[in-house]
């Protein structure tokens, strides 16, 4: 039995207190991450509050922006393990590609993926070629993507090459250039455009005796 009832609220705010799960499950959230996965925490806390009236503090939207960021990247170690499998699948689907993976043990080191029509298709594409490495924005894996483009009568990139390796060093640029090779890419008497990184020259000049110029 209530002997008495006071509904006056004592030491409210008025304002919407959020957990961590909540913040990562908002659509909110999620579409802004989504668009930006750079976006900074604060910007997203202003963002949410503006928007959704969420009063969150800083520490938790960097937290909770980090597990959207996890799961649009989904199981790091999953994915790597199924890597293998990926590209013998392509390399049956597509007999004229090229694939390579090398692992140290049970660790993933490096993977190379050529298009099945980069070689025949060279003959018909302007004589010049691009190479270049990005950084993986991945939380778990800090490595390079290397990538080869030709360019077409549009003046548009033309995917021929791509490889996942640790580092844009000497080894890993002269690796994915000679599985260029392997698979039937030319780099005689044709430019090839790179950035100004110590790795892709060095093998350029190493593996195709092409002259350096900055």
Same mark, same amino acid.
């Given at each position: ?23 990562? *499950? %908002? !659509?909110?959230? &999620? ?5 930006? @996965? +750079? ?44 890597? *293998? %499998? !990926?590209?013998? &699948? ?5 007999? @004229? +590609? ?57 003046? +548009? ?58």
């Amino acid at each position: 039995m209530v002997g008495s009832f006071n509904a006056e609220h004592i030491n409210c705010s008025g304002t919407t207190r959020v957990t961590q799960r909540q913040i990562a *499950e %908002s !659509l909110v959230a &999620k579409s802004a991450v989504t668009s930006n @996965t +750079s976006i900074a925490g604060k910007s997203l806390q202003h963002h949410l509050r503006t928007t959704e009236g969420f009063q969150a503090p800083s520490r938790m939207t960097y937290r909770a922006k980090d597990t959207i960021i996890s799961s649009l990247q989904g199981d790091y170690i999953l994915g790597y393990r199924q890597l *293998e %499998s !990926l590209l013998k &699948k392509f390399k049956s689907l597509n007999p @004229t +590609s090229l694939v390579a993976l090398e692992t140290n043990g049970e660790m993933f080191n490096r993977a190379f993926l050529m298009s099945p029509i980069a070689a025949s298709a060279q003959s018909f594409l302007p004589r010049i070629l691009g190479t270049g490495g990005a950084h993986i924005k991945h939380q778990e894996y800090n490595g390079i993507m290397l990538i080869l483009v030709g360019r077409d009568g549009n003046n +548009s990139n033309v995917i021929m090459a791509v490889a996942l390796c640790p580092t844009e060093n000497a080894e890993n640029c002269t690796w994915f250039l000679q599985q260029c090779v392997n698979g039937g890419i030319s780099f005689e008497n044709l430019p090839l455009f790179c950035d100004r990184g110590g790795g892709i020259p060095s093998a350029a000049v190493q593996l195709a005796n092409l002259e350096f110029v900055h």
